[in-house]
């Protein structure tokens, strides 16, 4: 694995520090899971039978940053990177053929908007909605960890069995 480079979340603050401070650092785990691999290694889907690649859980995660803070939290009209060929459908872990550099970029590109509203928010009480259900910004930021935590679990796999890299 490459050298341990990410910032720790704080032992000590504020509920909204910690929060962004554990979001910042899985997202971190991320990047260092992808680092240092090709693009076809990216691509690979080493767990069979499963066809879950770590291209993919960046674009997916991408979508996520992209879904709950633009769309649910600012209601802004913010339409898929990777639609499927079907209204309501995404395509983010179809990979074959997707371009990493644009994905790492897309995916950098949400965190830092993602970071941006938080920053900017009056407090963890305001709230968005998708559909009849309403989310205060301290919802999502949980959720947020559980869905980075829960897929860098499958990234560790992944990782390991590309290239036997083992660790945090």
């Given at each position: 694995m490459p050298e341990d480079t990410r910032d720790k979340p704080p032992q000590v603050g504020g509920e909204r520090a910690s929060l962004s401070g554990f979001l910042q650092y899985q997202r971190e785990t991320l990047a260092m899971k992808c680092a240092g691999l090709t693009g076809a290694q990216l691509r690979e889907a080493a767990v069979p039978p499963?066809?879950?690649?770590?291209?993919?859980?960046?674009?997916?995660?991408?979508?996520?940053?992209?879904?709950?803070?633009?769309?649910?939290?600012?209601?802004?009209?913010?339409?898929?990177h990777w639609p499927g060929p079907n209204p309501g459908e995404f395509a983010e872990f179809d990979v074959a053929d997707a371009d990493t550099e644009e994905a790492f970029r897309i995916w950098r590109e949400e965190c830092a908007r993602s970071r941006a509203t938080v920053e900017a928010a009056e407090s963890l009480d305001v709230t968005g909605s998708y559909g009849e259900e309403v989310f205060s910004l301290r919802y999502i930021l949980t959720h947020l960890i559980e869905e980075y935590a829960r897929h860098n679990g499958q990234a560790d796999l992944l990782r390991e069995r590309i290239d036997g890299a083992r660790g945090e």
């Open positions: 499963s066809d879950l690649t770590l291209l993919g859980l960046v674009r997916h995660l991408a979508e996520v940053e992209r879904s709950w803070f633009r769309r649910v939290l600012n209601d802004e009209v913010a339409p898929p």
